[in-house]
Structure formats: C-alpha cells, structure tokens
C-alpha cells in the first residue's frame, strides 16, 4: 500500500491566487514526520517545510502553509499569492519513526503551473 | 549552506558498461541517500547508508550497489548499465537525529544506449 497519496498529478492556477496540493499519507506509527519539496525543472529538490505528528499547530513559511489534519491523516499545502517561479514539481514525503535511519517515504509529486 | 554535489549532471553509457555515480556532502551528515526518479513514479530510494561501510537496501536495490568509504561521499554502481537504468538519479544527505529533513544534490540524468 502506498504510504504518500497524491491525487493530483497536475494542477493549474492563475498568478497571485491561491493553490492547495493534496497530500495524504498512511502511518500506524504514532511519531511522524511530514515534508513538502518543490523541484523546478533544473531538477534539485528544495525543501519548503516541516510538520511533526506531535506538532500542535499548522507549519508555515513565508508564503507555504501546511494544513494538517492528523485524523484525516491529510498533510495539504497551500501556496498562497502564487508566482510564476512557483511552477514545479512538488512532492510530500513522510519519515516514520522520529528517531533512527529511517529515510523518508516520497509521494509521485504534483506538477504545479502557474499561469500569467 | 548544506553543500550536496553530484560527479556529473548529465551521463550517456553504453549497455554493459559499469557506471559510477559520486556524491559528496559538506555538512557532515551521518546519512546518506540514492533515488532514482522516474515520471509518474515519484522517487524510488535505492540504497542508504547511516555510517561509513554500512549500507541498506531501499526498495529497488537490484542492479546497483554502493559504497561509503568515507563519511562524505557516496557512491552508486551500476555493475552492467541495462536500458532500462535511463534515469534521474538523486543523491542526498541528513542528520540522524532531528527531523530527518534531507538535502538534494542537482541530479544526474543518465542515459544507458
């Protein structure tokens, strides 16, 4: 069974609006981590931000919000006022187990568009 | 700034040949990561390895091995490169304790002919 849903495989969305990307993830591990990384097409994966299972609020930086709703087991990223610099792949990836070797488990990534 | 650099950003081999791919990272980081990347596939971990010498399998470990000699660099073998080896290939590194979060280097897109 996958362990990182991502529904949508492409997305459109109009310059300064706001886009949320769906993510969700299966986990019977109580600890957990979440991740969002954006891959533009030079290909180098940047990290965007984190969110913890124990972590009480919604993880934001900047312009990138993550909407967690742990009972849904749904790990969404909203972008809001999107650039044109924004169109890339994105993908939520999941670490299981906060402490140890565990490497993180990567979703197939939704391509984001932005458009003029 | 966490350095991750990759030998090469674009490769082309021949079937059979043997084909090393390096990483190094400067942040001295205990793990360290092989995926490949395929389209609608998402990335696939090959192999990891969370000290020098030790290394484990990821999920698509057949037809690669690695090495760690040293805490920085991480290499990727293809033994006898096969075509459907054509691929992005993304190294990375992190901590072992915290979050787990993992640096990229660019990619290597390699192609076997």
């Known amino acids: 069974a996958q362990k990182i849903t991502q529904t949508q495989p492409g997305m459109f969305v109009q310059e300064k609006e706001a886009v949320t990307l769906d993510c969700t993830y299966d986990?019977?591990?109580?600890?957990?981590?979440l991740f969002w990384y954006k891959q533009p097409s030079s290909g180098e994966m940047i990290f965007l931000i984190y969110q913890g299972s124990y972590d009480q609020q919604n993880a934001t930086e900047g312009r990138y919000s993550l909407n967690f709703q742990k009972a849904r087991k749904s790990a969404n990223l909203v972008i809001s006022a999107s650039q044109l610099g924004d169109s890339a792949m994105y993908f939520c990836a999941m670490r299981e187990a906060l402490s140890g070797n565990t490497p993180l488990v990567f979703g197939k990534g939704t391509r984001l568009s932005v458009i003029a | 700034d966490v350095k991750v650099t990759q030998s090469s950003r674009y490769l082309v081999k021949r079937t059979g040949e043997k084909v090393f791919l390096e990483c190094v990272q400067d942040?001295?980081?205990?793990?360290m990561f092989w995926y490949r990347q395929d389209p609608g596939l998402g990335l696939r971990l090959i192999y990891f390895?969370?000290?020098?010498?030790?290394?484990e399998k990821g999920d698509i470990p057949e037809g690669y091995s690695v090495s760690r000699e040293k805490k920085e660099r991480f290499s990727l073998i293809l033994e006898s490169a096969s075509t459907n080896q054509t691929s992005m290939y993304l190294c990375?590194?992190?901590?072992?304790?915290?979050?787990?979060?993992?640096?990229f280097g660019p990619g290597t897109r390699l192609t076997v002919l």
């Open positions: 990375a590194s992190g901590e072992l304790r915290g979050r787990g979060e993992q640096f």
């Open positions: 390895s969370y000290d020098v010498k030790m290394k």
């Open positions: 942040m001295d980081h205990e793990n």
């Open positions: 986990t019977s591990d109580p600890s957990y981590g």
